[in-house]
C-alpha cells in the first residue's frame, strides 16, 4: 500500500495512472462539523498501481486533478455522487467520464443501492471489512487499519466494472447504463442547491399552510447563506422542526416569535425576522404543495405494473421510477393534461415502461393478470376477457 503525503509522490503516483485508460476512485471525507465536505483521503487503483492520497498533508492535489478531468481515463466509482460533488465544489466542473458501480448493478439485477461490500462479495466472493465504516477521518494520524480499509474501497472496483460491463453487454443494455452515466455527471445535485430550494429538503413542510410555506422558504434560504458563510452544518444553525414552528407562528402572527429561540439561536433572530418578512410580503413565492386530489389508485396501479415489469427485466424499480415521479405523472394525465418533464419518459425508461404508461393512463391500453404466472399483461385496447398468456 501506497500512502502519500507529499506533493513530489503523489506526482510520481499520477505519472503510474496515465498509462492506463480507467482508474477506480474513492474518497474520505466528513461533514460533522462543517457545511462543506472535508476531503481527508482520496484512493486510486489501476493495474498493479494502489495509493491513499492524504490530502491534509500533500499542498497541491494538481496532478490527481490532471487525472480525475482527463477526458482520456474512465474513473469508476460506487455510489460515488459524494464523491464527485466534491472535485466539482474545488474546480466548479464533474469529473468525467465515469462509470459507476451501483447504477450499473441496479440495470443488471443486483438491486436498488447495492453496497459496495455486498457487491464485491457476490462477484468475487472476497469478504471485506466493516470495522472502520464509521471511522473518524479528521484524526491527525490514521492508523494502519483506517488507510487499509480506505484503500479496499478501489482495489476491487475493476474487477466489479469489468464483471457489470460484461453484464450489460450480454443483456443489451450497454446503453443503459452509458445514458445513466451522462445522467450522473450532468445531475444538478452535483452541486448546492439554489438556497430558496432548500425548504424542499424539509420533511415536515407538507403540514403548512401555502402563507406558512412562503415563510419556511425565506427562512430556509436565508439559513442556507448563513451555513455556507460559516462553513457550518445547517443544523447547528436553526433545527429543521424549529424552522416549520417558526413559520407556522410567523404565518398566524406575523412576526417569528422570540420565546421559540434557545440562547445560541436567539443571535440569529435579526435574520429570521427579515426572513419572515419576505415570505409574507412576497406569498405568490410560495410553494403551495400540490393538491393530493382524489384517491382513485392511480399511482397504486402505475407503481403495480412498473414494478411488474422492472422485476420480469431484472431491473431494480426504483432507479426506473420513484413514486413521486408516478405522482407528478399521474396528477398531469389523470387531469387531462400534457405529460411532464420525466426522466421517466426518455430514454430506456420510456422504452421499458413509459410508453405503456402513457398509454395506460390516456385509456389506450388495459391491464390483466396472467394465468398460471401472476403477471400483470397489458392489451392494446380495453378487454373483457383475459386473452391467454402470449
Not at 94 to 116: E, H, W
Amino acid at each position: 500500500m501506497q500512502y502519500i503525503t507529499d506533493s513530489a509522490a503523489l506526482a510520481g503516483f499520477c505519472d503510474r495512472l496515465r498509462e492506463h485508460s480507467s482508474v477506480a476512485l474513492d474518497t474520505e471525507f466528513t461533514t460533522r462539523s462543517s457545511y462543506f465536505p472535508r476531503l481527508r483521503l482520496t484512493q486510486l487503483a489501476a493495474g498493479e498501481a494502489a495509493a491513499v492520497v492524504d490530502c491534509y498533508q500533500v499542498k497541491s492535489l494538481g496532478p490527481l486533478l490532471e487525472i480525475l478531468y482527463d477526458p482520456g481515463i474512465e474513473k469508476v466509482v460506487h455510489a460515488g455522487r459524494q464523491d464527485l460533488a466534491i472535485f466539482a465544489r474545488i474546480t466548479g466542473k464533474v469529473p468525467q467520464p465515469v462509470f459507476d458501480t451501483m447504477l450499473a448493478a441496479a440495470l443488471v439485477g443486483y438491486g436498488p443501492q447495492v453496497s459496495y461490500q455486498a457487491l464485491v462479495e457476490r462477484i468475487t466472493g472476497k469478504h471485506l471489512s466493516k470495522t472502520e465504516s464509521t471511522s473518524d477521518w479528521e484524526r491527525p494520524v490514521l492508523t494502519r487499519a483506517q488507510l487499509r480499509y480506505a484503500l479496499e474501497d478501489v482495489l476491487w472496483l475493476p474487477t466489479v466494472a469489468e464483471h457489470l460491463k460484461e453484464r450489460l453487454a450480454s443483456l443489451g443494455r450497454a446503453a443503459w447504463s452509458e445514458e445513466e452515466q451522462r445522467r450522473l455527471v450532468e445531475s444538478p445535485a452535483l452541486f448546492p442547491a439554489e438556497p430558496e430550494q432548500q425548504y424542499l429538503r424539509i420533511k415536515d413542510r407538507k403540514s403548512l399552510t401555502p402563507r406558512a410555506m412562503g415563510v419556511l422558504r425565506e427562512m430556509a434560504a436565508w439559513r442556507e447563506r448563513v451555513a455556507q458563510r460559516e462553513d457550518r452544518p445547517r443544523g447547528w444553525i436553526i433545527k429543521d422542526e424549529v424552522l416549520v414552528t417558526l413559520a407556522r407562528r410567523a404565518a398566524g402572527q406575523g412576526e417569528v416569535p422570540a420565546e421559540l429561540l434557545s440562547g445560541e439561536e436567539a443571535r440569529y433572530l435579526p435574520g429570521l425576522r427579515e426572513a419572515a418578512k419576505r415570505g409574507l410580503a412576497h406569498p405568490e413565492a410560495a410553494h403551495a404543495a400540490a393538491p393530493p386530489g382524489e384517491d382513485n389508485g392511480l399511482v397504486e396501479l402505475t407503481t403495480a405494473f412498473v414494478r411488474s415489469r422492472c422485476l420480469e427485466r431484472n431491473v431494480a424499480p426504483t432507479i426506473v421510477a420513484t413514486r413521486d415521479d408516478l405522482e407528478v405523472l399521474c396528477r398531469a394525465l389523470g387531469n387531462g393534461g400534457h405529460a411532464p418533464d420525466l426522466p421517466l419518459l426518455e430514454g430506456w425508461r420510456r422504452e421499458l415502461v413509459g410508453e405503456d404508461l402513457l398509454a395506460l393512463l390516456s385509456g389506450r391500453l388495459s391491464l390483466w393478470v396472467s394465468r398460471p404466472s401472476g403477471r400483470i399483461r397489458v392489451a392494446s385496447r380495453r378487454v373483457t376477457e383475459p386473452e391467454a398468456d402470449q
